[in-house]
């Protein structure tokens, strides 16, 4: 596939309930909200679109969960990136504001499509961490789902590099930069947010609110975030600015990797 050729690419990211991402270069530039946790019917009738969720112009177009990532993808067809680069820049952006269910802590898949009609699909789901053995969770089932050894090696963002390397066309930090402003800078609490964190609360007790390093962004003041309300992700703002400007290996060696995996073996 040509760099400069890319006509559509779809992305799902599975780090929790998965999302979608789709990025075309064709006339008639928009973005809409899309999420693959529910069927277009729930989603239409949960999450209608309005006026504000449109965008119009020349170029192409880009369709996500959040219009503020929408925008961003929009902002970098219009910078002169292509497909690629546009679905790159959303994806980090929609890692940042949904982030119980997608970020680089996950993977995923992307189908690409040339303008010559040629597919690629592109396999970046997480793998097994290297403690891991094939008969670990006999006799221990809620280890499954509990403690670090449960957590697979992410591939988000070794598939976005891939992808970025083989069919982008504008800088990697041009991509990555504006889901670090909208994390240092905030974001307004969804609808989805407000489900998601009391659907976990429900089942998993109040540990959001009640672990330092959850409640420093989730509830800073004490107490869970609700709609409306303007949440800030600036440890994660730091960790995006590091990817950026040193690439995306700095996260699996280095400072960012050490403290993935001491956080990880801490957990029982």
């Known amino acids: 596939m040509a760099r400069h050729n890319l006509s559509l690419i779809a992305f799902t990211s599975l780090y929790c309930f998965g999302l ?8 008639g530039l928009f973005a809409s909200n899309y999420s693959s946790s529910s069927t277009s019917e729930e989603s239409s009738q949960q999450h209608p679109l309005s006026d504000q969720d449109i965008r119009q112009g020349t170029h192409g177009a880009v369709a996500s969960e959040s219009s503020i990532c929408s925008q961003i993808g929009i902002d970098i067809l219009q910078a002169g990136g292509n497909a690629a680069d546009s679905m790159i820049a959303t994806t980090f952006c929609v890692g940042v504001i949904g982030m119980y269910h997608s ?7 992307a189908l690409l499509r040339d303008q010559n009609g040629t597919y690629e699909f592109i396999d970046f789901r997480e793998t097994a ?15 499954a789902t509990n403690g ?12 976005l590099a891939y992808i970025h390397e083989h069919h982008g066309s504008l800088p990697w930090a041009q991509l ?6 909208v994390a240092r800078h905030g974001f307004p609490i969804t609808e989805d947010f407000v489900r998601y964190t009391r659907n976990t609360m429900a089942h998993r007790g109040d540990w959001i609110t009640g672990d330092p390093n959850w409640s420093i962004d989730f509830a800073p003041n004490g107490t869970l975030l609700g709609l409306g309300d303007t949440m800030t992700r600036k440890r994660y703002a730091d960790t995006l600015e590091t990817i950026a400007t040193a690439g995306p290996d700095a996260f699996y060696a280095g400072p960012l990797a050490d403290a993935t995996v001491d956080a990880l073996r801490a957990q029982k």
């Open 176 to 181: 990555v930069m504006p889901a670090v402003r």
């Open 148 to 159: 670090g050894l449960k957590s697979g090696v992410p591939g988000e963002l070794r598939g």
């Open 20 to 27: 979608r991402i789709w990025a075309f270069t064709l006339p």
């Open 129 to 143: 961490p290297a403690a891991s053995t094939q008969d670990m969770f006999v006799g221990h089932v809620d280890n």
């Open 103 to 109: 970020g680089i802590g996950g993977g995923g898949f």
